[in-house]
Each structure stands twice: as C-alpha cells, then as structure tokens.
C-alpha cells in the first residue's frame, strides 16, 4: 500500500523518537493493514499507530493555505499597524484589517510596507471619524487586503473584516484543540474493531505548519 508523505514522515520521525530519545532498540515498525496504519513491535507486545494531520486547507485566491497560516498572516499584519499607528500617536478608533474574497497572494517582504503605509494614512485621514467605509490596501485579483473603521470608542486593530467575527489567537487554538478532538474520536471508531487484538493503539499527529505564538494547545 501506498503511504502519503505526512504518513512517512510521522513513521520515521516517531522510530527516531524512541531510539534515540527513549533509548528503545529492537524497535520494528511494519506497515498495517488500514486500519492500522503502522503496527509498532517492541519487546514481544505489538500496538496499532495511526497517523493524522489536524490542519484544515483553505481556498485562498489563487493558492491553497492551511487556515491556522491564514488568520496568522491576517493578525500579523493587523498588529504591525496597530504598533506603527500608536507609536506615531495618531491611533484613534477601532480599524478592521483583513482579508476578503480569499488570501492575497502578496510578498510580506516586498509588499508589506506599501500595504502597512496605507493602512497608516487611512488611520491618519479619518482620525476623527465616527465610521468610515472601508479601503482596498491591496488586490490580487479578486481577492484583496482592507481596512474599515468601525467606532471611535476604543483604540485599536482588529484582524477580520468589520461584521465578521475575527479568529482572535485564544479562539484559533480553540478551534484547534476541537480538530484535535475530532481526530481521537474518528482514530478511535476506525479501530475498535482491531483494539482487543494489540496491546495498545498510538495517535501521531502531524502538525507542519505555524499556529500562531501560543502555549495554550493541548
């Protein structure tokens, strides 16, 4: 049977694990028959491991990106502003910046600085404005980058789009920890059936991209 990458790449780094961290040796791990994945031998028991990835993919303009890399990149740029905005002094309301119509395929390197220049003259212009129609900072096609203003009560900048809740880091890790969930209880019913003939069943977790700064994951 054919493994997926994630699969591969789970087996082996787990068989380094033991080796090398757990000092085990005499280890085998043998490709299952789905269900299992893997069956792991080690010292005369036998346990079944399964393999699964918890990030979910997005449709984003014209490139696929894991949803957690989304909201990164979306809080990410609405916290630059936010920090130039009030070291300049001129921060004054609560602004909207995100994304719409999918993920703008845009270089943080080359192009962050026309988008966050933008935000900051928006942030400027309307100072004194209660509520304010929102802006194109950038557009890629029909996705686009956007700033709006929303009330002059409080002083900062929100990542999402104004009437759209955004995934704040706390709410991210929520959802994340939810997925994980999701996963045990699917790994579980998949393999109640072989779960009286092993001495125990293993979940690996592959989790390849970046979500966001948080020690909060379960």
């Not at 028959?33 to 918890?54: H, S």
Request: glycine share 8%; with cysteine.
């Amino acid at each position: 049977m054919s493994r997926s990458e994630s699969e591969e790449f789970c087996k082996d780094a787990f068989g380094e694990y033991l080796t090398n961290v757990l000092n085990l040796h005499g280890i085998e791990i043998v490709e299952g028959e789905d269900p299992p994945d893997y069956w792991l031998l080690c010292k005369g028991k036998k346990y079944a491991v399964e393999v699964t990835q918890i990030v979910e993919l997005v449709q984003g303009g014209r490139k696929t990106i894991p949803i957690p890399t989304y909201y990164d990149h979306e809080y990410r740029l609405a916290r630059n502003v936010e920090r130039e905005a009030r070291t300049e002094g001129y921060l004054r309301g609560k602004y909207y910046v995100g994304f719409k119509g999918g993920y703008p395929r845009y270089d943080p390197t080359r192009d962050q600085r026309q988008i966050v220049d933008a935000a900051l003259q928006y942030i400027r212009e309307n100072a004194a404005e209660e509520l304010v129609d929102e802006k194109i900072l950038f557009r890629d096609g029909r996705a686009r980058i956007v700033i709006s203003k929303n009330t002059n009560d409080e002083d900062y900048v929100v990542p999402g789009i104004k009437g759209v809740k955004g995934v704040w880091q706390e709410e991210l890790v929520d959802e994340v920890n939810e997925a994980l969930n999701d996963a045990i209880n699917i790994k579980q019913t998949k393999l109640e059936s072989i779960s009286q003939s092993c001495n125990g069943i293993l979940l690996l977790v592959r989790n390849k991209y970046v979500l966001m700064e948080s020690d909060d994951i379960q």
